[in-house]
């Protein structure tokens, strides 16, 4: 098959849903399939600034990218004014509001330059796989593949307790129009059909390609970190975005300490204006270590070094970080949302904790602290789930079946021949 993937970032650019798309890409590549991917050169959503090259073939995959407009504080206001009229609003189906362009707009990437690829090559394809539904990029490759009439699938990629995420009037049009909608859990499987948002809805998770988690010593990654050999070490990992709980995290790590004076918290990821902001008002805390971006080596060796990975997000879609953790043997604690706890089996592979009360993860990181046996036991189960259900062939598997299910079935409709292709 001959498919394009359309995406708001993708490697280098780091989160979920560029690991996600790119992942897949490649998987599907290796498996004899021609892949191109059309993206912007930003690796920052929250200003689309233009810094990556606008060609390269990475792993088979043949990647486009496309120059975007900055992400202004004028964006943002668009963006915050037509969020608060959408949710005044909400609930009036088929509505086409005066405040969806805003919308539209202040999320961004706005991309002439993709459009007029998308609209010129579209129809070479058998398909266009989009992903991540919120971002403008989503609607104008809907649009242009739907008015060139290629058949699109999509991974919305919804944080479920994010409205916004995927309650707009035409981000809801892009689902039921879509051929096939890819669900990353369960639990966004049944919001799709509860809501009439699919009729096609195929849950796939998130996989991972195993060989890119190597055994690594837990104390010699502690080593190369600088990380005490006999601490306790917690780590978040991660964009530090407002959501993901970092404050609550703090306070956690801080009430710990006064039990366990050798406790360690390792905050790794990329720093936001709110992780600058928050750093700023706390001051230095005792046993808190910052890293920002940091090289894949060291981004695992911080898994390797650590004895339980915490992120208590109020919006996840998936969590691929606990996967990530997970190929380390690793336990895992994440919020009890839906969508996490679609992935976690509390009590068996980690814990899954009420973020409105700031006790309840104090006192799971008390717990595997002063029983590292059960740490082991939950990390061990967490890694048997992953192999057992999170691979990236078991996800391909399932991705390329309904890829060539829909291909079938818009071959049909046109009532043209299937012709073999790749």
């Known amino acids: 098959m001959r498919v394009l993937h359309v995406s708001h970032q993708y490697y280098p650019a780091i989160g979920g849903a560029e690991r996600y798309i790119t992942d897949l890409s490649e998987e599907l590549a290796a498996r004899g399939h021609t892949v191109d991917v059309f993206t912007t050169r930003s690796r920052d959503y929250t200003t689309w600034v233009n810094a990556l090259p606008p060609r390269a073939t990475v ?31 909400r609930g009036e189906a088929g509505v086409r509001a005066w405040h969806e362009p805003l919308i539209f707009c ?17 129809q070479s394809y058998d398909l266009v796989h989009i992903t991540s539904l919120h971002y403008a990029h989503a609607w104008v490759a809907y649009r242009v593949a739907a008015g060139r009439g290629t058949p699109v699938v999509m991974t919305p990629l919804i944080h479920i307790g994010q409205p916004e995420t995927f309650d707009v009037g035409y981000m809801r049009r ?12 369960e639990a966004e499987r049944r919001l799709l059909l509860a809501q009439k948002l699919s009729r096609d809805a195929v849950t796939t998770g998130v996989g991972l390609r195993l060989e890119r988690f190597p055994p690594l010593e837990q104390a010699a990654a502690r080593a190369r970190l600088g990380l005490p050999l006999d601490a306790f070490v917690v780590l978040f990992l991660g964009r530090k975005t407002a959501y993901k709980g970092l404050p609550l995290l703090l306070d956690a790590i801080a009430a710990l300490r006064r039990q366990r ?22 001051g230095t805390q005792p046993g808190v270590v910052v ?37 380390y043997g690793k336990p895992v604690i994440g ?43 939950l990390g061990e189960a967490g890694r048997r789930k992953l192999q057992q259900r999170y691979t990236l062939g078991a996800i391909a598997d399932i991705v390329e079946g309904t890829y060539a299910r829909v291909r079938r079935r818009h071959a049909t409709r046109k009532g043209q021949p299937l012709c073999a292709s790749t």
């Not at 905050?267 to 204006?273: K, L």
Request: proline share 5%.
């Open 291 to 327: 890293r920002g971006e940091v090289a894949e080596q060291e981004r695992l060796d911080a898994l390797a070094a650590c004895d339980v990975l915490a992120l208590p997000s109020r919006g996840e879609s998936f969590g691929i970080v606990f996967l990530e953790a997970w190929a």
């Open 106 to 122: 202040g999320n961004g990437p706005l991309s002439p330059g993709l459009a007029a690829a998308l609209w010129r090559r579209v």
């Open 59 to 89: 792993n088979g995959v043949r990647v486009r990218r496309f120059r975007s407009l900055p992400r202004t504080r004028l964006a943002w206001q668009a963006l915050a004014l037509g969020m608060a009229a959408n949710h005044r609003r």
């Open 261 to 282: 004076p050798d406790a360690v918290f390792l905050a790794v990821g990329p720093e936001t204006d709110f992780s600058h902001g928050l750093w700023a008002e706390r």
């Open 174 to 185: 892009m689902l039921q129009g879509s051929e096939a909608v890819f669900a990353v859990s």
């Open 335 to 377: 919020a009890d949302i839906e969508a996490v706890a679609s992935l976690i089996d509390d009590g068996v592979d980690g814990f899954l904790v009420d973020t409105d009360h700031p006790g309840d993860l104090s006192r799971r990181l008390a717990q595997l602290a002063a029983q590292p046996e059960l740490g082991r036991r």
